[in-house]
């Protein structure tokens, strides 16, 4: 095939049919025209930076949002913040707004040499961090702006240098406070953060739970309509997504099944998404968990990967022990009938695990009065019910596979 044939292919796939009207608004990035299901919050933190736009002077403002994962957390904030400048323009408070993910901008410093560049043209090489923050409220003050920073993992910065932001009214006495921000996390991480200094100068938590299937019938609903051509998605298979999704009670895990189930479609030449695509796209949402990483765990990190699944999906708990995780390990070897591994033994299953991403380990200090710290194991993006159906899964194969084996070799003695 020569040249001319590769461009003719790459012309007629460019220009062929697809099931997408607006691909994008399935990104996860995207922030929607509409936010079903979130006016509550939005309302609230409405309230909560009402005094940014009020004449009596300059304010702070310091709200978290906690929530597990898949909830809108992210979209909810990015939401209101780009409706929130705009209304706080037309009343003569010109605000900037920038977002942060922390897994990118991973200290202090990161973040404000990239305000100071991004929006006062200034190089900051060779400044402490108090004199950045520093230069950065003078220039917000000498240019009568405020600043909204979003920090989400906000975790990965730690309590410390969120608090010495949050601190830089200091600098210039009350009445000159310029900079606020909203501190996105989950709930596990957000116990970390909250020191009693930083715990002082929350002005407020929202809390952001699970969707109900009924909340997920709208917004998937909504994100279909945005996404897909009249034809190519019916009321059936959307409700099909939303079956999966109310089980782990997250927005996020529908968008992506409806995105691959859509990827899927345009890729076999269909003209609609149909029930088995739903059920392959299915597999491709959580990579942490696709078949060959899983494939390439040993019997025992799978039960150990199925014990923390079996502890985390009851309701409340967000986290678990290693003493706990041993304990559930122990009792999900004996439903196997199966031997279980000592404690040394399984703490290297632990880190196995940790180490491929399927599970997150972080260090915490003992309640007061008490000396030391602990590990606490927790899961992140992955829902504790997936983990224990692929799990258990892989376990059986396993199991069977070792039966048969055995029973050959009797055989062959025999």
């Known amino acids: ?42 309302a609230r933190l409405s309230r909560d930076f009402k005094p940014l736009v009020s004449k009596d002077g300059a304010y702070s403002i310091n709200v978290a949002i906690i929530g597990p994962a898949g909830v809108g957390k992210t979209a909810t904030t990015k939401y209101f913040c780009e409706r929130f400048v705009k209304a706080a323009d037309k009343r003569g408070v010109e605000t ?15 973040i404000l040499r990239n305000l100071l560049s991004k929006y006062f043209a200034i190089t900051s090489r060779g400044y402490s961090d108090y004199e950045l923050l520093g230069m950065l409220t003078l220039r917000l003050k000498k240019e009568n702006k405020h600043l909204l920073i979003v920090l989400d993992e906000a975790n990965i910065i730690g309590a410390e240098d969120i608090l ?30 909250l020191n009693a200094p930083l715990s002082g100068h929350i002005n407020d938590r929202v809390q952001m739970n699970g969707y109900s299937s009924e909340d997920l019938k709208e917004i998937l609903d909504y994100r ?33 099944i409806m995105y691959h189930a859509g990827k899927l479609a345009d890729r076999e030449g269909k003209d609609a998404v149909t029930e088995e695509m739903v059920r392959i796209a299915k597999g491709y949402v959580y990579p942490e968990l696709r078949p060959d990483v899983l494939n390439d765990l040993k019997l025992h990190e799978l039960f150990t990967a199925l014990a923390i699944a079996k502890r985390l999906k009851h309701s409340g708990i967000t986290a678990t022990t290693i003493n706990e995780s041993f304990e559930y390990y122990c009792i999900a070897c004996d439903e196997y009938s199966t031997p279980a591994n000592a404690k040394p033994t399984f703490r290297r299953h ?3 695990l940790i180490q491929m991403g399927i ?15 602990r590990g606490r194991i927790t899961l992140y993006d ?15 194969e396993e199991l069977k596979k070792a039966s048969e084996n055995n029973l050959s070799d009797k055989n062959k003695k025999e």
């Not at 590769?6 to 009207?21: A, C, M, R, T």
């Not at 380990?361 to 309640?367: D, E, F, G, N, Y």
């Open 1 to 42: 095939m020569g040249y001319n044939e590769h461009e003719n292919d790459i012309e007629k796939f460019l220009s062929g049919e697809s099931v997408f009207k607006n691909e994008q608004s399935l990104d996860l990035k995207y922030v929607p025209p509409k936010l079903p299901r979130r006016r509550e919050e939005l």
């Open 96 to 110: 900037l707004y920038t977002y942060y993910n922390c897994y990118t901008f991973r200290t202090k410093s990161a």
């Open 164 to 193: 010495s932001i949050i601190h830089a009214p200091e600098i210039h006495g009350f009445g000159e406070a310029r900079i606020s921000t909203l501190i996105i996390s989950r709930p596990t991480e957000f116990q970390t953060l």
């Open 224 to 256: 279909a309509d945005l996404a897909f051509q009249s034809s190519a998605i019916s009321e059936d298979i959307v409700d099909m997504i939303v079956e999966i999704a109310s089980i782990t009670q997250n927005a996020r895990h529908g968008i992506e």
């Open 350 to 352: 632990l880190d196995v």
């Open 359 to 373: 599970i997150g380990k972080s260090v915490q200090p003992l309640r007061r009065g008490r000396r030391g710290r």
């Open 382 to 396: 992955i829902p504790a019910t997936i983990l224990e159906e692929r799990t258990r899964n892989l376990i059986e």
